[in-house]
Structures are given as structure tokens and as C-alpha cells.
């Protein structure tokens, strides 16, 4: 309880900063758009040539890429300040500060952080998926609602698992957004049907950094061709043990070797 | 209060060659060096007590401060402070300190310092009266009211340290961690953080670990003092004793009517028979002897010179703090020791 009204507090004095950098988010926006509407040209392209992919058609690509949108942007919502961990505040020793207060430092440096250009991820991945479930003619029951909601859940706390693991190497090595840069690029595969890549690929998408299990995996349950039998629970499992690996493993023994600055 | 056992820390740092051929091999072999930035320091804090912990740059002040604060894990040895383990229960340890590093601010850069309070009220868990009671009192103390309003970025150094200060202060912490808070400060400034940093001592008891490069800071706040040299600490008791540790010093100061070359000769050769490591020194008409007085007496001196020539003025000072820091300062007491 008390964690939640010191994120509130938090959120409440982002959005007034927010207010006085608008213009910061704005162009966020826009840059997030184009990046989108790219990304959306270049499939419908693909398509236009080539109107089954591997077996999957326009639809059903649309339909996993729109869900894939939807637990990226949750995460990048909440967590974005992984990225700083992993670039700066090593580095300049301003870590120091989270290790010097009574509250859960991982929830204070997430919680210090609120990225509304995570919105607009959230916003084109629900349209694309909307519009990719109506040509789909789907009807969802309510067991599917609440399956999708465990997913995208379970798809979010993978990306952050995946995000602290990264972004903790900075606590030995000062720095590793690199190493952050590089892995969340691999996620940008998570959004395509994962038949389409090489054994190889899949393989790391599926068992290394497992981001086959953030939207393919579940939107081919939904889209009744499961990939893997128990292709929810199983998310939900990977979700969780990448969690419990991440934390306690990485970024608590970081905690320990974390060797400050001198001056 | 606090207890420090035999505690080292060491940082491994990777030695990188310049240049490009450098990076590359760096790639490959990289030479490891090993720093111990603490070794094998013993203490003890009592309440209430005002450490000043004085040392060069790089001696190991922030480390140690850093490990008695549960930021930093010790490569070895034992430290707990009220019964706790530091980096073992940061959260439990956290409740009950405060700390202010003078280079760098755990304020929030973008909020108004009145918000900044408001958040630290809600992660200390202050209650409300006790947050109210205590705020009014910080206001008044440091004298922050007039910026109260402004984001932590526009403040100026001396109006964030007091904020960092006030900050810290806050939760009502038993014990006060000081890293530099005076540096960069002009002389105002500095005497408000002082009195501030007394009040709280004298009021609430609080114990103060203090860490500056400014002397009077010392003079006026310290009930003991520790100085470490290299990681390894070379002094720790009372302001008065610290004369008998470091030689008891002392520098005469003589105005001479014609001082000439040979007379300087003649007053060095005469206090270095008595006083190896004796110093004379002149400064136009000014002649300056640093000795140590278990060896050389002024009276000594004087005579001395007196038969020699006119002395138009001298003036006797004993060794201070100062004194001693700037030798300190200047690379080392150590071997100086008696
Ligand atoms: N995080 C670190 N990594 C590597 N070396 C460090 C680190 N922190 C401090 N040191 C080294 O340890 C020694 C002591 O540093 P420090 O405790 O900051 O000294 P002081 O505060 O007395 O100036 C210095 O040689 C410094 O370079
Ligand atoms: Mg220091």
C-alpha cells in the first residue's frame, strides 16, 4: 500500500515535470509514429507481393504484430529507467542514492520514471490488433479475454525480466546499454511469426531471450494454430522464471558487486 | 553506535593502454591492478559524537563512508551500525541515517524542493505531525523558505547543500553521514551548514561522520578526529592530542632589520644540529622557523639570533590543524610520525 502511494506521488510529480518539457513529448510521439507507420507500410508491401507468409496470411501477421505492441508498450511504460541504469546512473555513481533509502531500490529506480511515448505503442498495437480481429472474424469467449490478459501480462514482466537482466551488467561493468541496445533489437523479431526465421533464430528467440513467448506464441493460441502446446501457461512460466533469474540472481548480486565511483 | 573491524576494501581496476593498439589488446589481455582503497581499519562511534575524517584525496574517506552506509559491500572485515549490517539490511539501515555527498545531489533535478520533501515524507513514512514539526524546523535552520518553490536545478550550490542537507534530516536519522558538504562554499554558507550541523548534534544528539578538506570545519564542529593516509588510519582521538602525535611542532617568526644570507646560514646550521628536521625559511625581512620543541627551544633561538642581529618583531604560533593537514595534504605525515 504504502509502495503504491509513493508511485502515485511519483507519477504525480512526472506529469507535472512532463508539462513543462511537452514539446520533448510531443516529438517523441511523432518520431514513435513514423517508426510505426513504417514498420506497417513495409508488411502491407510484403503482403502485396506475397499473400501467404509460411503459412500465416496479412491478417493473421497483422494480428501478431498488433498484440506484440501491446506488452511492449506496458513495459516500456513503467520500466523505461532500466535504460538509464544501464547507460548513466553507474556510471556517474548516482545509483548511490537508491541503495541509501528504506524502500525496495528496484522499485524506486523504476518508479522514479514514467514514459507516456510508451502510449502511443499501446495505442497503434490495440487499433492493429482491433482491426486485425475484425477481419478475422474472431469472437473472443471470456476465458480467451482473461487467457490474453495473463498473456499480455506475462509478455510485459518478460520484457522487463529480459530489460533488468541487461541493464544490470552495468552494476559490474558501469555501463551496458550496449548489450540492453542490442538484445531489446532482438524483440523487433518477436513481432513477425517465428516460422518465418531460421532454426537458429527461433532457437534464441525461444530459450535465450525468450521473446517468441511475448506475442507469437500466444497470438498463434489465439489464432487457433498453437506453435507449442499450453502456449499461455508456458509464457506465463518463462515469465516468471525469467523473473525470478533476473532479480535475484542478476540484478540482487549486482547489488552486491556494485563498486560505486570514486570521485 | 557504530563499530568498524578490520575492514578492507579493494577495487580491481583494468589498466588500459592508450591509443588504438591499446584498445585491441585490451580486448584480449587486460591488466588487472588491485587498489585498497580501505586496509584493515578498526573504530568505534559513540552517540552523539562529531567525527571530522580528514585525509588527501584518494586516502579512502568516501569508501569507508560508503561502506558504513550499505552502499559498498567491505572486501572484509566487520561492520555494524546499531546492531545491523549495513549492506546486509540496507532498508532497516537506511531509517535511521542520513547522508549528504557534497558532489552530487540525491535530490530530484527537475522537481521544486517543497515536492522533493513531500516524496521523501511518503518513503521515509514520516507521519504528518511529526513531518510538519520537523520541516519548520529544518526551514528555520538552514533558511531554505525563500526557494523552497524552486526546481532543485535552479538552486545555486550553497542553496543545494542545504537542501541535501535538510533533506537528509528529514526523517529524524540518528546518525548524519557528511561527505564534503562544505566544498565549493563561500564563507556564509559554510557557517550556516555549520551551525546547522551543531544544532543538530546538540538538540537531537545526532552523531555526525564528517568528511572536509576545510579545516575550520574541523576546529568548530569535531569532538575527535581520524585521518587516513592511504587507507589505513593514522590518527584517531582529540583535536588537542593530535600535536603530541605529529611532533610537537611549533613556528617562530622573526622580523629582522638587515637579514642577510650568511645570518640565514648561520640560524639554519644552529637549529639543525639540535633539530634534524627543522625548517628555516625567509621571506624578505621575515625569517620563518618551523622545529619541533622537545628538541629546540625558542629560547634557544632567540638568544641565538639576537646576538647576531637586531630582531625587530616575533611572533610564536603552535602547530594547528591546519598545519598538519597541509602537510598532510602535501603527501604525508606517515614517515614523520614519532
Ligand atoms: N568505484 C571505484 N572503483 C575503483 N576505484 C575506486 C572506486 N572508488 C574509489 N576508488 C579508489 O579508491 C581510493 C580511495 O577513494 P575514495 O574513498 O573516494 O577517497 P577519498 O574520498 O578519501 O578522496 C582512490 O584511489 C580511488 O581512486
Ligand atoms: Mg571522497
Given amino acids: ?263 | 553506535m557504530i563499530q568498524v573491524k578490520n575492514v578492507t576494501k579493494d577495487f580491481t581496476i583494468y589498466k588500459k593502454d592508450s591509443g588504438f593498439k591499446g584498445a585491441v589488446k585490451g580486448l584480449f589481455v587486460r591488466k588487472k591492478e588491485i587498489i585498497k582503497a580501505v586496509n584493515d581499519i578498526s573504530f568505534e562511534i559513540k552517540k552523539g559524537e562529531i567525527i571530522g575524517y580528514i585525509g588527501a584525496n584518494g586516502a579512502g574517506k568516501s569508501t569507508t563512508i560508503k561502506m558504513m552506509t550499505g552502499v559498498l559491500t567491505p572486501s572484509s572485515g566487520e561492520i555494524t551500525v546499531s546492531g545491523l549490517i549495513p549492506h546486509e539490511n540496507r532498508i532497516e539501515n537506511a531509517k535511521h541515517i542520513g547522508v549528504v555527498f557534497g558532489q552530487r545531489t540525491q535530490l530530484w533535478w527537475d522537481l521544486p524542493l517543497e515536492e522533493t520533501f513531500t516524496i521523501l515524507k511518503e518513503i521515509y513514512n514520516v507521519p504528518d505531525d511529526a513531518y510538519k514539526e520537523r520541516l519548520d524546523y529544518l526551514v528555520n535552520l538552514l533558511d531554505i523558505q525563500a526557494f523552497i518553490k524552486q526546481p532543485v536545478r535552479t538552486l545555486s550550490l550553497g542553496q543545494r547543500m542545504r537542501a541535501d542537507l535538510a533533506a537528509a534530516m528529514l526523517h529524524s536519522p540518528d546518525i548524519l553521514y557528511l561527505d564534503e558538504p562544505t566544498i565549493g562554499l563561500d564563507v556564509l554558507v559554510k557557517e550556516k551548514i555549520r551551525f546547522a550541523i551543531k544544532d543538530l548534534n546538540e538538540k537531537y544528539k545526532v552523531t555526525v561522520i564528517l568528511t572536509t578538506h576545510d579545516m575550520s570545519d574541523i576546529q568548530e564542529l569535531a569532538t575527535r578526529i581520524m585521518i587516513i593516509e592511504k587507507g589505513v588510519i593514522i590518527y584517531d582521538g582529540s583535536k588537542e592530542d593530535i600535536n603530541k602525535r605529529f611532533g610537537n611542532n611549533r613556528m617562530l617568526e622573526l622580523k629582522i632589520e638587515n637579514l642577510s644570507e650568511t645570518l640565514l646560514q648561520e640560524v639554519s646550521v644552529m637549529c639543525h644540529k639540535k633539530d634534524k628536521k627543522s625548517i628555516v625559511i625567509h621571506e624578505d625581512v621575515v625569517l620563518r622557523i618551523t622545529f619541533n620543541q622537545d628538541r629546540l627551544a625558542v629560547a634557544d633561538i632567540l638568544g641565538f639570533v639576537m646576538s647576531q642581529c637586531k630582531v625587530l618583531d616575533f611572533k610564536l604560533r603552535d602547530q594547528d590543524i591546519e598545519d598538519i593537514a597541509k602537510r598532510l595534504y602535501a603527501g604525508g605525515i606517515h614517515e614523520e610520525v614519532v
Fill in chain 1, 1 to 263: 500500500m504504502r509502495y503504491l502511494r509513493i508511485y502515485k506521488i511519483f507519477l504525480k510529480q512526472y506529469l507535472k515535470t512532463l508539462m513543462e518539457y511537452r514539446s520533448d513529448f510531443l516529438i517523441g510521439m511523432l518520431s514513435f509514429f513514423i517508426v510505426q507507420s513504417s514498420n506497417l507500410i513495409f508488411l502491407t508491401l510484403i503482403f502485396k507481393r506475397i499473400p501467404n507468409l509460411n503459412g500465416w496470411t496479412f491478417e493473421e501477421v497483422l494480428f501478431i504484430y498488433g498484440f506484440s505492441q501491446i506488452p511492449r508498450g506496458l513495459d516500456h511504460l513503467f520500466t523505461d529507467n532500466l535504460w538509464l541504469l544501464a547507460n548513466e546512473y553507474v556510471r556517474s555513481g548516482s545509483f548511490d542514492k537508491y541503495l541509501l533509502r528504506p524502500i525496495n531500490p528496484l522499485f524506486h529506480l523504476i518508479a522514479e520514471r514514467f514514459q507516456p511515448d510508451a502510449f502511443g505503442e499501446m495505442i497503434v498495437g490495440l487499433s492493429i490488433f482491433g482491426y486485425a480481429y475484425h477481419l478475422l472474424n474472431l469472437s473472443f469467449t471470456g476465458i480467451q479475454w482473461l487467457l490474453l490478459i495473463i498473456a499480455v501480462l506475462s509478455g510485459s514482466l518478460i520484457y522487463t525480466s529480459i530489460k533488468l537482466a541487461a541493464g544490470s551488467i552495468a552494476l559490474w561493468t558501469k555501463r551496458s546499454q550496449h548489450v540492453l541496445f542490442i538484445i531489446y533489437q532482438l524483440s523487433d523479431f518477436a513481432s513477425y511469426p517465428l516460422t518465418i526465421f531460421s532454426t537458429f533464430v527461433r532457437m534464441i528467440l525461444l530459450i535465450v531471450v525468450p521473446f517468441a513467448f511475448v506475442a507469437f506464441v500466444p497470438a498463434s493460441v489465439f489464432l487457433d494454430k498453437p506453435y507449442i502446446p499450453l502456449g499461455i501457461l508456458t509464457g506465463a512460466i518463462v515469465a516468471f522464471v525469467m523473473w525470478f533469474i533476473s532479480y535475484n540472481f542478476i540484478w540482487k548480486r549486482g547489488l552486491q558487486v556494485y563498486e560505486s565511483t570514486g570521485n
